[in-house]
């Protein structure tokens, strides 16, 4: 039986990404190995397959990834396996080196445009150390893998190499006993309008908050954490509104889906600051469709595309607040909109189903064990 060893530099308890491509392997009767890192409040995690967190003494910064690749490369060194998974250009040099060195193929699978990311667009030195490492690897590699033809045209470009295209569709799961608003902690009548993923700089956050005080009987629920999370908190603690503001955190898919499937509007409203940002689709839109959850988002290309095509929610021109808080409020309110988006979801919900792209996932893992 062939062995996978991938590996992310997150605790492993939120990536669906992760957990589904780890699962396909899995089901197609490969042994797989899924290594991350070990956080203070990590959670606990069962997963029908192999997991590895990595205990490090540095958790940000510099020292965090340097420390997180030296550990990762010597410990990918130690283990038996026939292809090595690097997932992000944060784990590509110590899953590259030791592949080189074990002799074993190794795929990239690039979840975003790293090198455009907003948060090293005033960090040169930071993004000329990332450029580095993926200008010396990249074209040395065999099978890349990302989440959209929009990126995969980005690396075309600069590498002029052929990426394989797996989009972040998601798994058709549902809970087997749904908790109500009630349960979540949301009185009944109120509306729910949600944003999960990743909270970091240029989401529209902060703008999403401020709209809250233009929009009636409705609450913002966030899930999720990252590099904004803290300076979120403060903001939403000095609005007069702050009691129609939830903050939970990062929660495991099991508890997330509740939110999710209990929600009114869901937010896709991400800046288009970044090359990264500008040609991303995130794993939450297509989450939004599974749930047939009415969609307002930025005009992003992917999203657009998508929105346009199957007309399942609204968009913003702008991150103006009191224009997020006017669209925010159609789309609560406006019944005949509502039942349009309903129907809709329910063709797109179809469309867009995990099971559409395993079998080209699969392809690509019985080709690189034959290069």
């Not at 110590?94 to 090293?120: S, W």
Request: hydrophobic share 40%; aromatic share 10%.
């Amino acid at each position: 039986m062939a062995k996978i060893i991938a590996s992310v530099t997150n605790d492993l308890s939120t990536d669906q990404r992760l957990h589904k491509v780890c699962t396909t392997l899995l089901a197609a009767k490969y042994e797989v190995l899924l290594v991350g890192r070990k956080l203070r409040k990590s959670p606990d995690i069962d997963r029908p397959y192999e997991t590895k967190r990595l205990r490090l003494l540095f958790n940000s910064g510099f020292l965090f990834y340097a420390f997180y690749n030296i550990r990762l490369f010597f410990f990918l060194l130690s283990k038996r396996c026939d292809i090595i998974l690097a997932n992000d250009l944060d784990t590509l040099l110590a899953c590259y080196a030791a592949a080189k060195i074990k002799g074993v193929p190794v795929i990239y699978d690039t979840h975003e445009y790293f090198c455009g990311m907003p948060e090293l667009a005033n960090k040169p030195f930071t993004r000329s150390v990332w450029r580095g490492i993926e200008s010396y690897i990249f074209p040395k590699l065999r099978t890349v893998i990302t989440v959209n033809e929009s990126v995969a045209n980005l690396y075309k470009n600069e590498y002029n190499k052929d990426l394989i295209v797996i989009k972040n569709y998601p798994l058709a799961i549902e809970p087997t006993s749904l908790k109500s608003k009630e349960e979540l902690g949301i009185p009944t009548e109120t509306r729910l309008i949600l944003y999960q993923g990743a909270v970091n700089v240029s989401r529209g956050l902060e703008e999403a908050v401020e709209a809250m005080q233009w929009i009636d009987n409705a609450v913002l629920v966030i899930v999720g954490g990252g590099n904004a999370f803290r300076n979120l908190e403060k903001m939403v603690a000095s609005q007069a509104h702050s009691d129609r503001i939830i903050l939970k955190g990062w929660l495991p898919f099991a508890e997330l889906i509740h939110f999710t499937m209990n929600a009114d509007v869901g937010l896709a409203i991400e800046k288009d600051d970044s090359l990264n940002y500008k040609y991303s689709l995130s794993n939450k839109v297509f989450d939004y469709i599974q749930s047939e959850l009415p969609i307002l988002s930025s005009r992003l290309v992917e999203n657009e595309q998508i929105m346009a095509r199957w007309e399942i929610g609204a968009f913003i021109d702008n991150h103006e607040p009191k224009h997020i808080g006017e669209k925010l409020t159609y789309m609560l309110s406006d019944e005949t909109a509502r039942s349009i988006w309903a129907k809709n979801l329910i063709a797109a919900k179809k469309a867009y189903s995990w099971e559409h792209q395993k079998d080209e996932l699969l392809n690509a893992y019985r080709d690189a064990l034959v290069q």
